[in-house]
């Protein structure tokens, strides 16, 4: 059983920037292939980016260029670094893990947080 808990949502203006982090328990974060999906309200939930244990990385057209995706495993964390962010990025986002498939394309979770609110003002 993994624990995902996310922080580092908030209030900010078009072109800020935020730094999300995703917190995980257990021993085997390593083994697991992470990512951030977003759901803003009336949307499904839609994939945002992920990063395979080996460090490889996938993100979503929408923010590519914008967002970075990365990952502590001695910290059992993974980040989502959010420039030049825009009106529409305005959405609860998602922290989710799997056990490794080699290639988190596309991403399945398992394992979800709670989810973390990021607003974005125009």
């Known amino acids: 059983q993994v624990q995902l808990v996310e922080s580092g949502g908030g209030l900010v203006q078009a072109g800020g920037s935020l730094r999300l982090s995703c917190a995980a328990s257990?021993?085997?974060?390593?083994?697991?292939?992470m990512g951030w999906f977003r759901q803003a309200p009336g949307t499904e939930r839609e994939f945002v980016a992920a990063?395979?244990?080996?460090?490889?990385?996938y993100y979503a057209d929408s923010v590519k260029g914008r967002f970075t995706i990365s990952r502590t495993n001695a910290k059992n964390t993974v980040y989502l670094q959010m420039n030049s962010l825009k009106p529409e990025d305005t959405a609860v986002y998602y922290c989710?893990?799997?056990?490794?498939?080699?290639?988190?394309?596309?991403?399945?979770?398992?394992?979800w947080g709670q989810g973390t609110q990021v607003t974005v003002s125009s």
């Open positions: 989710g893990g799997a056990v490794s498939t080699g290639e988190p394309s596309p991403f399945s979770p398992g394992y």
């Open positions: 257990g021993r085997t974060f390593r083994t697991y292939d």
């Open positions: 990063i395979s244990r080996s460090g490889s990385t």
